[in-house]
């Protein structure tokens, strides 16, 4: 193990991440993360003060990784930032492809995990889970209000509820993925999402 003990620290997170999104972070003692990870409490207590600071770790990292992937989305479909409506299709489609991949059904979201249980978290974790929802509204809004610019609409829709839309389709589609044990489904549901689009800013 490295000095920092990073790798440890690491396992933690990944192990206790896994913990909570399939029993809730309540229903997530740190015995069973203890037992998961392979570790003495004392490591666990080593690098997390408490179960609550472990929960605002496991938030940042989580939202950290997210919000990279969502930079890695825009930057990847800037090169169409000229035809926009092909740009936002791309983007879409990016997660479409991503999700047809999966042999089992997305572990889940710890933003709609958290969100479950709001007395269990600080508010300081609600704004972090907040202000990283609103920053894929802000992105796909940005992308929309170019779109429109440039085909207007075939029928109007108000532009800030199709922005959440494809959040609201990944957080349901996890959930429905799962209780059905169809992988598939997630990608699917953003294909429709996809579809629309098509049809809203037709060429």
Known sequence: MARDGKPTRDKILAESKALVLENGFAGTSV??????????????FYHFKSKADLARTLMDVFSAEDLADLDNALKETAPLIG???????????????????????YPGCLYGSYSYEPSQFSDEIKQKISDAILTWRSALEEMLDETIKVHGMKIPVDKKSLSDQFVVILEGAFIISKALNEPKLTAEQLKHFKNYLELLFES
């Not at 015995?31 to 666990?44: C, H, N, P, V, W």
């Not at 492809?97 to 059904?105: I, K, R, S, V, Y």
Request: proline share 5%; aromatic share 8%; hydrophobic share 40%.
């Open 31 to 44: 015995d069973q993360i203890l037992e998961r990870s392979q570790i003495t409490k004392g490591a666990f």
């Open 83 to 105: 035809d926009p409506r092909q740009r936002l299709l791309k983007f879409v489609q990016r997660y479409v492809d991503m999700m047809a991949t999966l042999e089992a059904p």
